[in-house]
């Protein structure tokens, strides 16, 4: 089983970027699509971002097109969210998962603890 960590969350100003890593272990990324998905407080959980095992293919929700941009490094066994262009909107706490299904980016039911990304007005 593969166990993610998320980090690099924090408080910041409208407009301004952070750098999500979201670090795995115990199996290798590359044998797995990737997500980021984010909760905000009394929201659903909802999907962010996508990449292929290989990081050819992406996706991204509308709302963050432009904006955001996912990436690995398959030998570092690392994934990343790019976050630019940040709004109150994007407040959350910020997931990665392993997708079981890339056509309905479909996380498997398994969560780690997340990192926090607040962004002031």
């Known amino acids: 089983q593969v166990q993610l960590v998320e980090s690099g969350g924090g408080l910041v100003q409208t407009g301004g970027s952070l750098r999500l890593p979201c670090a795995a272990s115990?199996?290798?990324?590359?044998?797995?699509?990737m997500g980021w998905f984010r909760q905000a407080p009394g929201k659903e959980r909802e999907f962010v971002a996508a990449i292929t095992r290989s990081g050819v293919l992406l996706a991204y929700a509308d709302s963050v097109k432009g904006r955001f941009t996912i990436s690995r490094d398959n030998a570092k066994n690392t994934m990343y969210l790019q976050m630019n262009s940040l709004k109150p909107e994007d407040t959350a706490v910020y997931y990665c998962?392993?997708?079981?299904?890339?056509?309905?980016?479909?996380?498997?039911?398994?969560w780690g603890q997340g990192t926090q990304v607040t962004v002031s007005s």
């Open positions: 998962n392993v997708l079981s299904d890339w056509g309905t980016k479909k996380p498997y039911d398994y």
């Open positions: 115990g199996r290798t990324l590359s044998s797995y699509a």
